[in-house]
């Protein structure tokens, strides 16, 4: 029973340094992706970051005030991206 008891000990350790390890890279996500200028309008696209072959991910304005990916397209190649987010 002791031996149970370590092993559940052991496994709340582990699930707490994961949920602090988490945090401040969530905190950064948010802080990196701000709400729009006033004056846009819902369903408005921006591109991220492109990576070294000039492809960019899509995001677009969502009615419930947060970026999401863009459905019909989520990735452009640098010449024909949106502005920068």
Known sequence: MKSFA???LVGAVAVMAIAISAAPS??????????P????YVGQLCSTKCTAANACSVMAW???????SAALRPVCLKPFCPAVC
């Open 62 to 68: 969502s009615a419930e005030k947060k970026w999401i």
């Open 6 to 8: 370590k092993v559940l």
């Open 26 to 35: 969530e905190a950064a996500k948010k802080k990196r992706m701000k709400a």
């Open 37 to 40: 200028a006033p004056g846009t």
